[in-house]
C-alpha cells in the first residue's frame, strides 16, 4: 500500500522515464483488459447457441430478410465457413439477458467507486477490479456448461459489479497525475485503450471462437482473463495512487505535476456536496451525454456482431474482425482527439466548454445520422453496411475529448464521483439496448426489424446531444473544489513550503483539520486559518505497534464472527428443504395423486394442455389459456440424458403433510426460547448463550440422518424441535451483544452485515445441499446435515476464543477501541437490568409494530426458503443440484441488498438526511411491498417459464434483504437496555410462520400440486405482507422510549461491570 505521505523531496533521483506518461501506457492497457473481458460474450455468444428457425429462410425482400451469397467464394460471407451449431438453445430474448447482465452489476458500484477512489486512492481500487473482473473469466465456459442462462447470467453481473469502480477510479486517478495542459491528451489517451481493447476482444474473439482450439468458444473467456493477469503485474509494480506516492518518480517530474496542476491539485475530500452535484446542470448535461454516447456504443458493440452474423450472414471469425474494425477507428481517432482539444484550449482559439461541445456534439450526432441511414443506404450490401458502420464508430471516438473529461473539468476534488454518477445512469443503456433491441427483433433476423433498434439509437443520440449543447459545461464548479489547508507562512522568512513540509513530518498519518474566520483576503478559496489541529490518525503509526492484538478492531471481527454464526445458523435451517427432496419417494407420491396429471381441467372438461415450447433452459409445456379459472400443471419436456436428471426416489414414502410437518418442526421449538435468550443474554452476556446455542443446532445435525433411517419422520422432527430449541437463543443473544459492542453511528451497519450472514447461510446451505444431495458422498443426503453440523463445530472454535460479552471484558481489546465505544454510546450505553418494564413494552406501539414486520416478513422469507424449494422441483420440474442453487438465488442478492442497506441508512443518519424512523420506514417498505407485490402476479406473468419465474423470485428475495435497515435495527433504536428481550417478543411471535407456512401450503397443495394451486399460496403470503408492512408504516418509531434505558446509578452500574467482569473470568 502507499504511504498517506509523499515520498521525501530530498531522496527523489533525477530521471528520464515519465512516470505520468508510464500510468498513461498502464492505464491504456488496464482500460484495453476492461473492455476484452467486456465485450468477448458478444462475439462467443454467436458461437454458443444454435442458428434461429428463421436463418436458412427463403429470401422475401418485403420482409428485409437477407439472401445467403451465391459466391461462396466471397470475402464477406462464406457460408462454408459459417460456425456450427453451439451447444446451447437459448432464444433471442435469453441472449439479450446474457449480453445485458454485465451492467446490471456495472451500475452498481460506479458511485462508490469514485467516491473510494477520492478518499483512499484509485491504484488497488482499479487493479483488483480489472483482476477479478479477468479471474471469473476461467469459470465462464464450466458455469455455462453445468448451470446454463441463469449461472451465465449471474457470473455476469458479478463481473459489472466488479468492474464497476474502474472507470470512477481511473478519472480519479487522472486528476492527481495530469498538469491540467496535458489533461485531456492524457485521459484520451488512457480511454483509447478501451477502443483497442473492444478492437482486439472483437477480432480475436471471432478467430478463437472459429477455431478448434480448447473447444472454440471456451478459449475466448481463457484468452481475455490471461491478459488481464499479465497486465496485473505491471500495474502492481509501476503505478501509485498519487506523483508524491511513487517510488521512482523524479522530483523534476513531481514538481512540474504539481506546479502544472495550481490549485486544481485534488485532495482527499471527506465531504461530498452531493446537493450540489445532483442539481447542478452541468452535472445533468454530463449524464445526459453519457447516456446517449453509451446507447450508440452498445448498439455497435453489444447488437453488432449478432447483425453481421444472423442478417448479413458473415462468419463467426470474419463476424468478429469485421465489428471490430469501428473500435480501431474511434481508439486512433480518440488518441488525435486529445492533443488537438488541449491545442485548441491552450492557444484559447475555444474556451473549454466549446471545446468540449464541439467534440462531443461531432461524436454524437454524425453516428446517430448514420445509423438512421444504414438500413435504408445498404439494405442487404454487407460491404456499404460495414463501411458505414465503420464511419460510425470512428467519428464516435472523437468523445475522448469531450464529456469524458469534463468530470475533471467541473470539480477535480470530485471527479470520481461524478464519473460514478454519469456511469451508474449512462451504463443501463448495457442491458437497456439488448433488451429494447430483443423486442424490435424478437425471431425475425431482418434489416426491417434491425432498422427499427438503429432508429432508437440515432434518436437518442441526436436528443442526449442536443441537450448535453444547450446545457453542458466545462468550467470549474465553486463547489468543485474542496476546502484546503492553507500553509503557514513564517514572518521571517515566508517559506510556506518548507512549513508545510516539517508539518507535515512531524504529524505521520494525520489529517489536517483547518479552522478559520469568515473574512477570505482576494485570491484565496477558502478563509484563511487561526490554526491547524491534527486529528485522529487514520492509521496507527506501524512502528507503535508492540503486537497484532494491539491493533486489530475486535467489533469488527465481532461482526465477522457474527456474519459467519448467523450463516451456520440459518445452513442448518435450511437444508432440509433441499434435502426433503431427494429423501422421499416422489413417484410413489406421484403415483397416489392423479391430479398431477399433465392436463388442464377446465368447466367445460378435461382436455390435453396444448404445447408450447418456452424456448429457455428450462422448457415445459404449458397452457396457453392460463388465465382462465382452470388448473394449471406444468410438464417437464427436458430429456434426460441421465439418471441424475431429475430427483432420485428416496426412501422415505412422506406425503406433502407429512413434510410440510417435518419443515414447520423447527419452529415449535424455535418459538420457547427467543424470550427468555433475549433476557439472559441482557443479564449474564450472550457470547456462550449465542455460541451453546450454535453448536448445539450443530451437533444434532449430525444424528439427524440416523434418526430418519432408525425412527423415521418421528425422529427426524424430535430433532428438529431440540434444533429449533437450541437456535431460539440465537438472534435475540446477538442482537443485546451488538448494543454493548457497536458505537451509534456503525450500529445499523454492523447489524445489517451481521443478518446478512443469514442471507448467506442460505445461499450457502441451499447451493451446498443440492449439490450433496445430488453426489455419492457418504450415502448423498445424508451428507448435507452432516457438512453443516461439521462447519458450526469449526465456527464454534474460533467464536469461543475471539469474542467477549463487553468491549471491557475482551482481552486484546485497546484501550483506545474501549474508549472509543464506551464514548459514542454515552447515556445509550447498555446495563444489566435487573428489572425489566414487561407491561411497557408489550403495550408500546412500537414494540407490537415490529413484531407484526417481522411476522409479515418472515412469512415471505419462509414461503421463499421453505417452500421454494419444493416449487421449483415438483412444480417447475427443475434437477436436484440446479434446484438447490437456484433456490439460493434470492438470498444471495438479499445478501447484497442488506449489506448496502446498513451503510445507506448509517450515511442517511449520519447527514441528516431523514430521522431516523423514516430510514426504517423507508427499507422497510421497499422490503414488504416490493416482494409482495411481485408473488401477487409470479404465476401470472411467468406461468411454467421456470426462466422467468425464477428471475421474479430472486427480485423478490433480493428486495426482501432491505429489512436489514428497517425493523431489524429498531429494538436497539428504541431501547438499548431491552434489546434482547424485545428482539425475543418479536422473533417468538414471528417464527410462528415457520410452522404456518408450510401447514397452509401443504393444506394448499395436497390435493392439487399444480401451478393454480401454488398461486393460491403466493396470494396469501403477499396480503400479509401487504397488511405487516402498513401497520409498521403507521405506528413504529425508532426513538428511545421513555422505558428504553434502565435508570443509571453510577455505583451500580460500577458494581454491575464488576459483576459481568467475574463472570466473564469464570466463563
Not at 162 to 169: D, L, N, Q, R, S
Not at 1043 to 1055: H, I, S, T, Y
Request: charged share 15%; with cysteine; net charge neutral.
Amino acid at each position: 500500500m502507499n504511504s498517506m505521505l509523499d515520498v521525501p523531496r530530498d531522496s527523489r533521483q533525477k530521471s528520464r522515464v515519465q512516470y505520468r506518461h508510464i500510468l498513461s501506457i498502464l492505464g491504456f492497457f488496464g482500460l484495453f483488459c476492461m473492455y476484452v473481458n467486456r465485450v468477448n460474450i458478444n462475439v462467443a455468444l454467436v458461437a454458443m447457441v444454435h442458428k434461429p428457425h428463421n436463418a436458412s429462410a427463403e429470401f422475401h425482400p418485403s420482409k428485409g430478410n437477407c439472401p445467403l451469397p451465391s459466391n461462396h467464394s466471397s470475402a464477406f460471407s462464406d457460408p462454408r465457413n459459417s460456425l456450427q451449431p453451439g451447444p446451447f438453445d437459448w432464444d433471442t430474448y435469453t441472449q439479450g439477458l446474457i449480453r445485458g447482465a454485465f451492467y446490471y452489476g456495472y451500475i452498481i458500484t460506479g458511485i462508490p467507486g469514485g467516491r473510494l477512489a477520492e478518499r483512499y486512492g484509485a491504484k488497488w481500487l482499479f487493479g483488483l477490479g480489472t483482476l477479478i473482473t479477468a479471474l471469473f473469466n476461467f469459470i465462464i465456459p464450466t458455469l455455462a456448461y453445468h448451470g446454463g442462462a441463469p449461472a451465465l447470467i449471474t457470473v455476469r453481473a458479478i463481473q459489472g459489479f466488479c468492474e464497476g469502480v474502474t472507470f470512477p477510479a481511473a478519472e480519479a486517478q487522472c486528476a492527481h497525475w495530469y498538469p491540467i495542459s496535458e489533461r485531456t491528451t492524457g485521459i484520451a489517451f488512457m480511454h483509447a485503450g478501451g477502443f483497442l481493447g473492444a478492437t482486439t476482444g472483437l477480432w480475436i474473439s471471432g478467430v478463437l471462437a472459429g477455431s478448434s482450439f480448447l473447444g472454440g468458444w471456451p478459449s475466448v473467456f481463457y484468452f481475455s482473463g490471461t491478459v488481464a493477469l499479465i497486465w496485473f503485474v505491471f500495474w502492481t509494480v509501476l503505478a501509485s495512487d498519487r506523483p508524491g506516492n511513487h517510488p521512482f518518480i523524479s522530483q523534476d517530474e513531481l514538481d512540474y505535476i504539481h506546479a502544472g496542476l495550481g490549485d486544481d491539485k485534488p485532495i482527499n475530500a471527506e465531504h461530498t456536496p452531493w446537493r450540489r452535484i445532483l442539481t447542478s446542470r452541468g452535472v445533468w448535461a454530463l449524464i445526459c451525454a453519457h447516456f446517449g454516447v453509451h446507447w450508440l456504443h452498445y448498439m455497435l458493440i453489444s447488437e453488432l456482431p449478432t447483425y453481421l452474423a444472423r442478417v448479413l450472414h458473415f462468419n463467426v471469425e470474419k463476424g468478429g474482425l469485421y465489428t471490430a474494425l469501428p473500435y480501431i477507428g474511434a481508439s486512433i481517432l480518440g488518441a488525435f482527439a486529445g492533443p488537438c482539444a488541449d491545442y485548441i484550449r491552450s492557444r484559447r482559439i475555444l474556451t473549454a466548454t466549446n471545446t468540449r461541445k464541439l467534440f462531443n456534439g461531432v461524436s454524437m450526432f454524425i453516428p446517430s445520422i448514420v445509423l438512421i441511414i444504414v438500413v435504408h443506404v445498404a439494405a442487404c450490401d454487407g460491404v456499404t453496411s460495414l463501411i458505414l458502420f465503420v464511419i460510425a464508430g470512428t467519428i464516435r471516438g472523437i468523445s475522448e475529448a469531450g464529456y469524458i473529461s469534463v468530470p475533471v473539468d467541473l470539480a477535480p476534488d470530485y471527479a470520481g464521483t461524478i464519473f460514478g454518477l454519469c456511469m451508474t445512469i449512462g451504463n443501463t443503456t448495457g442491458f437497456i439496448v439488448p433488451w429494447i433491441t430483443a423486442i424490435f427483433i424478437h425471431e425475425e433476423q431482418t434489416t426491417t426489424a434491425w432498422a427499427r433498434a438503429f432508429y432508437t439509437a440515432g434518436a437518442v443520440g441526436i436528443t442526449t446531444g442536443i441537450i448535453f449543447h444547450l446545457f453542458g459545461t466545462a468550467e470549474t464548479q465553486d463547489w468543485g473544489l474542496a476546502s484546503r489547508p492553507i500553509e503557514l507562512k513564517s514572518k521571517d522568512d515566508g517559506n510556506s513550503e518548507t512549513q508545510g513540509n516539517n508539518l507535515a513530518s512531524s504529524i505521520p498519518r494525520t489529517r489536517i483539520l483547518v479552522v478559520g474566520s469568515n473574512n477570505s483576503p482576494p485570491g484565496f478559496p477558502i478563509p484563511p486559518p487561526h490554526f491547524i489541529i491534527p486529528s485522529k490518525p487514520l492509521f496507527p503509526n506501524p512502528k507503535s505497534w508492540s503486537n497484532v492484538r494491539a491493533w486489530i478492531q475486535y467489533r469488527y471481527v465481532l461482526i465477522i464472527l457474527g456474519f459467519f454464526g448467523l450463516a451456520s445458523v440459518y445452513g442448518m435451517r435450511v437444508n432440509i428443504n433441499v434435502a426433503m427432496v431427494v429423501m422421499v419417494n416422489q413417484s410413489a407420491i406421484e403415483a397416489e395423486s392423479p391430479s398431477l396429471s399433465c392436463e388442464v381441467v377446465t368447466a367445460n372438461g378435461t382436455g390435453a394442455a396444448p404445447k408450447v415450447e418456452v424456448s429457455y433452459r428450462f422448457r415445459r409445456e404449458i397452457n396457453t389459456h392460463r388465465f382462465r379459472k382452470e388448473l394449471v400443471t406444468c410438464r417437464n419436456t427436458v430429456p434426460k440424458t441421465s439418471s441424475r436428471d431429475s430427483p432420485q426416489d428416496g426412501p422415505f414414502q412422506w406425503d406433502r403433510y407429512s413434510q410440510g410437518f417435518i419443515l414447520g418442526a423447527f419452529y415449535y421449538g424455535y418459538l420457547f426460547t427467543p424470550i427468555p435468550g433475549g433476557r439472559l443474554a441482557e443479564r449474564f452476556g450472550a457470547k456462550w448463550l449465542f455460541g451453546f446455542g450454535t453448536l448445539i443446532t450443530g451437533l444434532l445435525s449430525l444424528l439427524i440422518p440416523y434418526a430418519a433411517f432408525n425412527y423415521g419422520a418421528a425422529g427426524v422432527v424430535t430433532l428438529r424441535v431440540l434444533q429449533g430449541l437450541g437456535e431460539g437463543v440465537t438472534y435475540p443473544s446477538m442482537e443485546a451483544q451488538v448494543a454493548h459492542w457497536l458505537p451509534v453511528g456503525q450500529r445499523t451497519t454492523g447489524i445489517a452485515l451481521i443478518h446478512t450472514g443469514g442471507f448467506f447461510g442460505v445461499v450457502a446451505g441451499m447451493a451446498i445441499s443440492g449439490i450433496l444431495a445430488d453426489s455419492n458422498i457418504m450415502g448423498g443426503w445424508p451428507s448435507v446435515f452432516y457438512c453443516f453440523g461439521i462447519w458450526s463445530i469449526i465456527w464454534f472454535i474460533f467464536w469461543a476464543i475471539f469474542v467477549s460479552n463487553r468491549p471491557d471484558d475482551h482481552p486484546w481489546a485497546s484501550q483506545e477501541e474501549v474508549d472509543l465505544i464506551s464514548n459514542d454510546l454515552g447515556t445509550q450505553k447498555p446495563t444489566h437490568a435487573s428489572y425489566t418494564p414487561w407491561r411497557k413494552i408489550l403495550t408500546s406501539p412500537p414494540v407490537i409494530a415490529v413484531g407484526v414486520a417481522q411476522f409479515g416478513a418472515n412469512w415471505l422469507q419462509y414461503t421463499l426458503v421453505t417452500e421454494l424449494p419444493n416449487f421449483l422441483g415438483t412444480v417447475l420440474h427443475f434437477n436436484i443440484k440446479d434446484n438447490g442453487i437456484y433456490s439460493s438465488l434470492p438470498y444471495l442478492g438479499a445478501m447484497v441488498a442488506g449489506a448496502t442497506a446498513g451503510p445507506v441508512a448509517d450515511y442517511l443518519r449520519r447527514h441528516e438526511y431523514m430521522t431516523n424512523t423514516n430510514i426504517r420506514k423507508l427499507f422497510n417498505g421497499m422490503a414488504l411491498f416490493g416482494p409482495s407485490v411481485l408473488l401477487i402476479f409470479v404465476t401470472w406473468i411467468a406461468g411454467c417459464d421456470g426462466g422467468l419465474s425464477l428471475l421474479i423470485f430472486v427480485i423478490a428475495g433480493t428486495l426482501r434483504g432491505f429489512c436489514e435497515a428497517g425493523y431489524m435495527s429498531a429494538p436497539v433504536d428504541m431501547a438499548p437496555d431491552y434489546a434482547g428481550t424485545i428482539l425475543g417478543i418479536t422473533v417468538c411471535v414471528s417464527q410462528t410462520t415457520g410452522f404456518l407456512v408450510p401447514w397452509i401450503t401443504g393444506l394448499l397443495t395436497q390435493k392439487e400440486n399444480s401451478l393454480t394451486a401454488w398461486s393460491y399460496t403466493f396470494y396469501v403470503t403477499a396480503c400479509i405482507g401487504f397488511v405487516c408492512g402498513l401497520f409498521f408504516q403507521l405506528y413504529s418509531s425508532s426513538e428511545i422510549q421513555e422505558w428504553g434505558l434502565a435508570p443509571r446509578d453510577e455505583p451500580a452500574v460500577d458494581q454491575n461491570k464488576t459483576d459481568g467482569a467475574e463472570h466473564s473470568s469464570k466463563m
